[in-house]
């Protein structure tokens, strides 16, 4: 049995990275740059928990 594995997802994660990379080319600390990407593109959810 042959498996197709697919990099379209990884792909896709990588140009959505590099748009943010072009869009925010003021960021003067990788750190920040990291806490961007994890902003935009990790799916944390960002409201505050109305429950606790």
Same mark, same amino acid.
């Given at each position: 049995?042959?498996?197709?594995?697919s990099?379209g997802?990884?792909?896709?994660i990588?140009?959505?990275?590099?748009?943010? &990379?072009?869009?925010?080319?003021g960021?003067?600390? &990788?750190e920040?740059? &990291?806490?961007?990407?994890?902003?935009?593109?990790?799916?944390?959810?960002m409201?505050?928990?109305?429950?606790?």
């Open positions: 049995m042959r498996f197709r594995a990099g997802l990884a792909e896709a990588n140009g959505q990275v590099r748009a943010l &990379k072009v869009r925010s080319w960021f003067r600390r &990788k920040r740059f &990291k806490r961007a990407i994890l902003f935009h593109y990790g799916g944390l959810p409201a505050p928990d109305p429950h606790g």
